[in-house]
């Protein structure tokens, strides 16, 4: 990827409306959770988020989201907004045994890709995060360091919040889109699972036993058995790789052909602003090292793994 340009030349805010957020809560809350989730809610709190999944007793990924302990009797997940009331109604059926409540919550998503300007950074927080998944305060809600180079940052706000510091930061910093974001996901291999991929994919498949969203130490979880077997006894031959093309990026959910086999799903896609587009996608092994190293997507574009 060393010969890719840069997803901004300088920072950027951009409107996340494509991310939503569940609110479970109750004095349970934390403890329900972790009977569900692949993460260990032991290493969240109010000052750092954690990444993680929820699956399905066969181990499919449902919904992927970051996570944080808001309070003791609270905790909420951001994940794609076209999941949310799916994953609502099917979690809520666990929490009612629980005593735990799960809601929409009414909050915003603000992204801010690059390095901030001092003036942004000084308007935003009195000290910034300085470790990925680390959060600081802000009026209305929270600042989220969302990776370790300090290039993606998350505002999390209530909805009146979000309307003062769009206008606020539009001052401070020029506008970008969700492609722009997407873009930089892909070339940072954070696969997000949503409406499209969802129930398709194992943990592994997308990478998430490495990138610290599965504990296999926390004890059992909906799906835990199937995902520590595959962990422990290996069978996973798919993978998450990362693809680049000539052509309109390929639709999440789609699938990929190598000659005459098929070869994968795609992940997450994003125009990469010279006319081509990036991909994420899980992959058969075998073919992913083939000598080849191309695949067709569904229109017939080629995509090929980046040299």
């Given at each position: 990827m060393?010969?890719?340009?840069?997803?901004?030349?300088?920072?950027?805010?951009?409107?996340?409306?494509?991310?939503?957020?569940?609110?479970?809560?109750?004095?349970?809350?934390?403890?329900?959770?972790?009977?569900?989730?692949?993460?260990?809610?032991?290493?969240?709190?109010?000052e750092h988020a954690i990444g993680g999944a929820w699956c399905t007793p066969k181990g499919r990924v449902v919904c992927s989201f970051l996570l944080w302990q808001a309070s003791a009797e609270q905790v909420l997940l951001r994940l794609r907004a076209d999941l949310l009331q799916s994953t609502l109604v099917q979690l809520s059926r666990y929490g009612a045994l629980s005593r735990v409540r799960?809601?929409?919550?009414?909050?915003?998503?603000?992204?801010?890709?690059?390095?901030?300007?001092?003036?942004?950074?000084?308007?935003?927080?009195?000290?910034?995060?300085?470790?990925?998944?680390?959060?600081?305060?802000?009026?209305?809600?929270?600042?989220?360091?969302?990776?370790?180079?300090?290039?993606?940052?998350?505002?999390?706000?209530?909805?009146?919040?979000?309307?003062?510091?769009?206008?606020?930061?539009a001052e401070l910093l020029p506008g970008g889109s969700e492609s722009d974001w997407r873009l930089a996901l892909v070339r940072a291999n954070a696969a997000e699972i949503q409406a499209a991929t969802r129930e398709l994919f194992l943990p592994q498949m997308l990478r998430y036993d490495t990138n610290g969203s599965v504990s296999f130490r926390k004890g059992c979880y909906t799906g835990q058995e199937i995902v520590a077997r595959?962990?422990?006894?290996?069978?996973?031959?798919?993978?998450?790789?990362?693809?680049?093309?000539?052509?309109?990026?390929?639709?999440?959910?789609?699938?990929?052909?190598?000659?005459?086999?098929?070869?994968?799903?795609?992940?997450?896609?994003?125009?990469?602003?010279?006319?081509?587009?990036?991909?994420?996608?899980?992959?058969a092994d075998e073919l992913a090292t083939g000598p080849s190293g191309a695949f067709l997507s569904e229109a017939g574009d080629t995509l090929r793994l980046p040299a």
């Open positions: 060393t010969n890719l340009a840069p997803v901004s030349a300088t920072a950027c805010l951009i409107s996340l409306e494509s991310y939503g957020f569940l609110s479970v809560e109750g004095a349970r809350a934390a403890e329900f959770l972790q009977g569900q989730l692949t993460c260990d809610l032991r290493q969240a709190s109010a799960i809601v929409e919550a009414p909050m915003r998503c603000l992204g801010i890709l690059g390095e901030p300007s001092t003036a942004a950074r000084a308007a935003l927080a009195q000290t910034w995060p300085a470790e990925a998944d680390h959060l600081r305060p802000v009026e209305g809600g929270v600042l989220l360091r969302a990776d370790a180079a300090g290039q993606r940052h998350e505002l999390w706000l209530d909805p009146q919040a979000a309307v003062h510091w769009a206008g606020r930061l595959t962990h422990y006894k290996g069978g996973v031959k798919r993978h998450l790789q990362h693809l680049t093309g000539a052509a309109s990026p390929p639709p999440p959910g789609s699938s990929l052909i190598a000659g005459t086999q098929p070869a994968g799903t795609v992940v997450e896609s994003a125009p990469d602003g010279r006319g081509g587009c990036e991909v994420l996608a899980v992959l």
